[in-house]
């Protein structure tokens, strides 16, 4: 059906792909793996037309194709769905719907008929909003099936899935996987890239995975492989290193401390209390108040009764003064709130302690900015150099990169938010060795997240939010994907 | 570092910049519209060496003072994603107040600075009203403008204020020539320097420009956007404030009705030298050169016979050409920037 053989790109000296090929049939949801600039977005790109390659062919039913944009692939039936979301809030889910206009009636655009055509797709996705909402007002969970749907409006024949699932809680990716299932099983070829490998376990017919721009497994059937195979087919070789239960250090002096808070429609009379040295995990369906506690931390929402804490008896009353009183926020969403990313690294890298702060005075030195970025490329293994343009750098790149600007100003809180999105297993594990230091050495580590491994992973104890309050605490060893999941769902599985 | 990184020719993407020659190193993206100017200037020189002259060069330079003033303070705004569309009627009403101020007595000297003054009081007024009314600074300047040409006329009686001590040094000096050059194309020179300096160099430019690049990722980073906001748009008011000094010294009269279109005049120049609308970058040298380009032309229409009345026409030419020559340069420096 769809066939890439031998591609090769080239970005500046960097070799992005160098032989690399896939070939995705009829009726498969065929997975495409490896870690962040293995080159997966890379052979994507070239198969949906926004790239070309240096070398090498694409073939859609045996016919060579060279794709002028990404709107020629559409017309030959290749949808993609792209990891970053790409609605239009201002406009409704139907205008997003038909990006291109949609049919048209009298030489106007048809709204009865836009309705018609989308209402059964956005019924099979099991997207239940209303044609005419704006799109800003929907979950991100609907808004990444808006995307799915707007893709099969197109009647693609070959739907590109990058990872899809990587911002969606639980509960919302398995309804995802089960949905991609079912297009598979219709005739549609489904191209499905994910970090989740359990996913590509449950979902995929056969796996391809890229190592270092090159394919290390081609088509396998994924009877044939296992978690750990692929992860040594991406990693070459090497293990990922064992995620060890962190010793509880010794309770550092520092803390943060909520009292009774309440936030009109979100939390409601929560207390707790993260002690330096642990890591605390907060989670929730979505709504559940988990990230109202994040906000109210970060100083972005002032809690209508009862009051926060931070070390020092600092009080956050807005953004500025949390990041002034030590408080970190590293986000998932490091395009919109983490990163400048047409600038330079180093401009990112020190901008919290040389803007926020302010802590180098009227006139930083350049040099001096360089090298403190050089040191924090270093520490955290950022593969790009302090001059090189942020958007450059690879997804986990940036997410580190995200980090590196709070390490530099040395916060004693860190409030991590969804810290890993859409970041590569070594990465990840990179990522997380840093939190347990940054705790071992009596940091307040406080961390939401959409993946539950992560949470017993890193966490030392989690508190499960519902309905705007704390419903339960899993302390330790009770601590498991299981425990948080039965926890977050308790209550709500008879309305399901 | 990997080697692969660094030794691409992107320019501003990689390389250590102490590895470049020094002039790349002093003028980097600015090098197209100089480039730009000298072309255009040397063209028309060709077809007319009476416009080389020294006195006619110098003499063009010194009627871009005003508004190259005013677009190298509307740098800022604009590199945060800002706009002040009042630095017209700021530059009009404090030459009318300098004006009535020395009319009435008041010693040069001591009007100078208050002419400054008020300028950066009425700017950090856009800025604290945009601010703390939540309204785009576009619509907020857009009644500035108004409101501020509108005092300049009612103070004035419509009428421009003449009979200024005109042997006073405040004139003689800032108005006149010093070492052949007039004063003012000294102190423009002067200023723009220093404003390259604190947008490039200094803490409150590098967080103009990261507003700009990011709003929200600032706000979260803890940044005073709220200050550098009112901080930016009080330069921007700074400068119109210095145009009108020297505006001022040299045509010894306060004039209500002078730099209409100035703010746009001043955008455009910012926008030829390479200050997006779109924030978080810009350059004040490029901003300066820009405003020189346009009056070249503007000139050099006039050299070539060209009725006066279809200048405003030629301006709009040659935005919109300098502009898309800069988008396609880019383009094709750096080919892959462009479809990102």
Redesign the interface.
């Known amino acids: 059906m769809l066939t890439a053989a031998g591609l090769v790109k080239h970005y500046g000296g960097v070799a992005a792909l160098d032989a690399a090929g896939i070939t995705v049939e009829r009726g498969e949801v065929h997975a495409l793996v490896g870690e962040n600039g293995a080159g997966k977005s890379t052979l994507v790109k070239i198969i949906s037309g926004a790239v070309r390659p240096d070398e090498g062919t694409v073939e859609l039913d045996g016919r060579t194709v060279a794709f002028a944009n990404t709107r020629r692939a559409a017309e030959q039936g290749i949808a993609i769905v792209s990891q970053e979301l790409m609605t239009f809030g201002d406009l409704t889910v139907l205008e997003n719907l038909y990006p291109l206009g949609g049919p048209r009636r009298f030489g106007l655009v048809s709204a009865r008929e836009m309705r018609r055509r989308a209402e059964p797709v956005l019924a099979d996705l099991g997207l239940n909003v209303d044609p005419s909402a704006r799109v800003e007002t929907l979950s991100l969970a609907d808004r990444q099936l808006l995307e799915i749907s707007r893709a099969l409006l197109q009647n693609p024949r070959v739907l590109i899935l990058d990872e899809p699932t990587s911002a969606l809680p639980r509960a919302a990716a398995d309804r995802l996987a089960k949905t991609t299932r079912r297009l598979a099983d219709r005739g549609l070829a489904v191209l499905y890239i994910s970090h989740f490998l359990e996913e590509v376990m449950r979902i995929a017919q056969r796996v391809t995975i890229l190592r270092d721009g090159r394919t290390v497994l081609v088509g396998e059937e994924i009877s044939q492989v296992s978690v750990d195979s692929m992860v040594s087919a991406m990693l070459g070789g090497t293990a990922p290193p064992a995620a060890a239960r962190r010793e509880r250090a010794v309770r550092g002096a520092a803390s943060v401390a909520l009292t009774g808070i309440s936030v009109p429609g979100r939390l409601r009379d929560v207390s707790l209390t993260a002690a330096g040295g642990e890591v605390v995990g907060l989670a929730g369906l979505q709504g559940a108040g988990h990230l109202a506690v994040l906000d109210a931390v970060c100083g972005r929402t002032r809690p209508a009764t009862g009051s926060v804490r931070l070390p020092g008896g600092a009080v956050p009353r807005s953004a500025r003064q949390a990041v002034a009183a030590g408080v970190a926020y590293v986000s998932g969403d490091r395009k919109g709130r983490g990163l400048m990313l047409d600038q330079p690294l180093w401009e990112n890298v020190t901008a919290v302690r040389r803007l926020g702060l302010g802590r180098d005075g009227p006139l930083p030195s350049r040099r001096h900015m360089v090298d403190r970025t050089a040191d924090l490329i270093r520490r955290l293994r950022i593969r790009g150099g302090p001059y090189d343009l942020t958007t450059q750098l690879s997804g986990g790149n940036q997410q580190k990169a995200v980090l590196a600007k709070w390490l530099d100003a040395d916060p004693s809180v860190f409030v991590l938010d969804d810290p890993t999105r859409g970041v590569d297993i070594g990465a990840r594990a990179e990522m997380h060795e840093i939190v347990r230091d940054l705790a071992n050495g009596g940091k307040v580590v406080l961390i939401a997240s959409t993946d539950l491994t992560e949470l017993v992973d890193l966490c030392d104890r989690v508190l499960v939010f519902q309905r705007g309050r704390i419903t339960e605490e899993i302390d330790g060893p009770e601590l498991s994907e299981q425990a948080l999941s039965r926890a977050m769902n308790a209550g709500f599985a008879a309305s399901l | 570092?990997p080697?692969?990184?660094?030794?691409?020719a992107?320019d501003?993407?990689?390389?250590?910049?102490a590895g470049r020659p020094l002039y790349r190193r002093l003028v980097r993206d600015e090098f197209g519209v100089i480039a730009v100017l000298v072309v255009i200037v040397v063209g028309v020189g060709l077809f007319h060496p009476d416009f080389l002259r020294t006195g006619n060069l110098l003499s063009i330079t010194h009627n871009t003072v005003y508004v190259g003033l005013m677009a190298g303070g509307i740098v800022f705004p604009l590199a945060m994603r800002e706009v002040d569309l009042s630095v017209g009627g700021m530059y009009a009403l404090c030459m009318v107040v300098g004006a009535v101020l020395i009319r009435d007595g008041l010693g040069t000297w001591i009007t100078l600075p208050a002419m400054l003054a008020l300028a950066a009081l009425l700017g950090a007024l856009n800025g604290v009203v945009t601010t703390y009314m939540r309204l785009p600074s576009f619509i907020v300047t857009l009644a500035t403008a108004m409101l501020f040409r509108g005092a300049g006329l009612a103070l004035a009686d419509g009428k421009q204020i003449t009979d200024l001590p005109q042997n006073d040094s405040f004139f003689t000096f800032l108005g006149g020539n010093s070492g052949g050059v007039p004063t003012a194309v000294w102190f423009f020179v002067v200023l723009i320097a220093a404003l390259t300096v604190m947008f490039t160099?200094?803490?409150?430019g590098?967080?103009v420009?990261?507003i700009g690049?990011?709003p929200?990722?600032?706000?979260?980073?803890?940044?005073?956007v709220a200050r550098t906001r009112i901080a930016a748009l009080s330069l921007s008011g700074l400068m119109a404030g210095a145009a009108a000094v020297f505006s001022l010294a040299f045509f010894m009269a306060g004039d209500p009705t002078v730099g209409q279109g100035y703010e746009l005049t001043a955008i455009a120049g910012a926008i030829i030298g390479g200050t997006p609308l779109a924030g978080?970058?810009g350059s004040v040298v490029g901003a300066a050169v820009g405003c020189l380009i346009l009056s070249v032309v503007a000139s050099a229409l006039a050299f070539f016979q060209v009725p006066i009345n279809w200048t405003t026409f030629a301006t709009g030419g040659v935005i919109l050409v300098a502009v898309g020559a800069d988008t396609l340069l880019r383009r094709f420096r750096n080919p892959?920037s462009a479809?990102?």
Request: hydrophobic letters at 30%; glycine letters at 14%.
């Open positions: 570092m080697a692969a990184l660094t030794d691409s992107g501003q993407r990689t390389g250590d910049p160099r200094t803490r409150f590098a967080r420009r990261a690049s990011n929200e990722a600032a706000e979260f980073s803890g940044l005073p978080g970058r892959r479809g990102a």
